[in-house]
């Protein structure tokens, strides 16, 4: 049996027995994943019902008239306190009783009956929550009451709506072969299969060389016939896996969120209606191979280089936020971007993942992709094998 394969087999079984990586790999992605999604999603879509029945109290300043705004204002679920200072509305702004101020016009009524604008000046708190859901609902009216004039004003003139839309632009969704539930997963599942890819495997990777440093094993370890090479291979490949188990179960993770019917009650109809042929479940798996490679070689030469799990650790830190950053801007990525994106490694595997589940796969954007990830996985684990070949950095502590 060649030893790399042994030193592979014993390394994975050694991980496979560690509770926490089955927890953070297995456990966390289909359990907690699921969970915090439902969670966040019940408590967004509470928040907006809160919003939307909740009674708000203003103070409106109206010099001259304004008697069928206030009555609208009313009706649409605000408590109004009128106010003639506007220094008196400002103090109670600020200390809460009123969640914004309303000024009209002093020539407000004449102004609407006249068919001129009436202006109507809106205060609030940009750091109060009510405050801004009050504007939101301000703004939602004024355009409401808007429309109701121009239709009061097009009658007088015996005109028709017609007259304020010389155009009319009918958008029509035409049938495709992924459904509309595949862009919302194009969003969200790249983002989380390249951090779960990586952080599921960060605990193991530092505990197979530096962990192994700090207890004092790696010279046992040296002793074998096994050479160094075999030795590092057995390990990265240990790390590959777990890399490969920890992003495919993340993805489950994710596809169980909402394919569910809590996931599609919680967030919507349209969450729930996502596809995932197997040829596309094969890309998203090849994809995943130079990722995982690149991430398990750059793993494994912190891992090499630290004399310890605490220094790894340190080393995490900076690290994290260039694993973070393309993930982040994965979210934003378009699906059809230039060619110069499959330069960037993470972000290229990322917009992979967005082409593959929404249908819009660039043959020559993927082919790119793969061969700049692979040559960066290439370049990685050659660092980390020469890295552990040296023995003033593989015995130091």
Request: aromatic share 8%; hydrophobic share 50%.
């Amino acid at each position: 049996m060649n030893r790399t394969f042994v030193v592979f087999w014993k390394e994975l079984r050694e991980v496979l027995r560690d509770r926490r990586v089955l927890f953070s790999t297995v456990v966390s992605p289909l359990l907690l994943t699921p969970m915090l999604l439902w969670g966040i999603g019940a408590m967004v879509r509470q928040r907006e019902e809160s919003a939307r029945k909740v009674v708000i109290p203003i103070a409106v300043i109206a010099p001259r008239g304004g008697e069928e705004f206030v009555t609208a204002l009313e009706k649409s679920g605000f408590v109004v306190q009128r106010v003639t200072e506007r220094k008196r509305a400002e103090v109670m702004l600020r200390n809460r009783q009123v969640k914004a101020v309303v000024l009209l016009d002093e020539q407000f009524d004449e102004r609407l009956h006249n068919e001129s604008t009436a202006k109507v000046v809106v205060l609030y708190d940009p750091l109060n929550d009510s405050s801004r859901d009050a504007v939101q609902r301000l703004k939602a009216l004024s355009d409401h009451l808007s429309a109701e004039w121009v239709q009061r004003r097009l009658a007088r003139r015996f005109i028709g709506r017609e007259f304020t839309q010389p155009l009319a632009v009918v958008t029509q969704a035409i049938q495709t072969e992924n459904p509309t539930g595949n862009l919302i997963l194009s969003i969200i599942l790249p983002y989380v299969i390249v951090l779960s890819a990586f952080f599921g495997a960060v605990s193991p990777a530092f505990d197979l060389i530096a962990g192994e440093k700090e207890r004092g094993t790696i010279e046992t370890l040296l002793a074998t016939p096994a050479s160094r090479r075999q030795m590092v291979w057995g390990k990265f490949l240990t790390v590959v896996v777990v890399c490969m188990v920890a992003a495919i179960f993340a993805m489950l993770g994710m596809l169980l969120a909402f394919a569910t019917p809590a996931g599609s009650r919680i967030f919507s109809e349209q969450v729930g209606k996502f596809s995932l042929s197997l040829p596309a479940f094969g890309v998203l798996l090849i994809t995943l191979v130079p990722l995982t490679v690149f991430y398990s070689a750059v793993l494994t030469i912190i891992s090499t280089f630290a004399r310890n799990q605490k220094e790894a650790q340190t080393y995490l830190i900076p690290l994290s936020t260039l694993i973070v950053l393309p993930a982040v801007a994965s979210m934003f990525a378009r699906t059809e971007s230039g060619l110069w994106y499959a330069a960037v490694p993470v972000l290229n595997s990322a917009i992979i993942i967005k082409q593959v589940l929404t249908g819009i796969v660039e043959p020559s954007f993927v082919a790119l992709s793969l061969l700049v990830s692979c040559l960066m996985a290439a370049a990685t684990l050659q660092i980390a094998t020469r890295l552990f070949e040296q023995e003033t950095v593989l015995l130091s502590s």
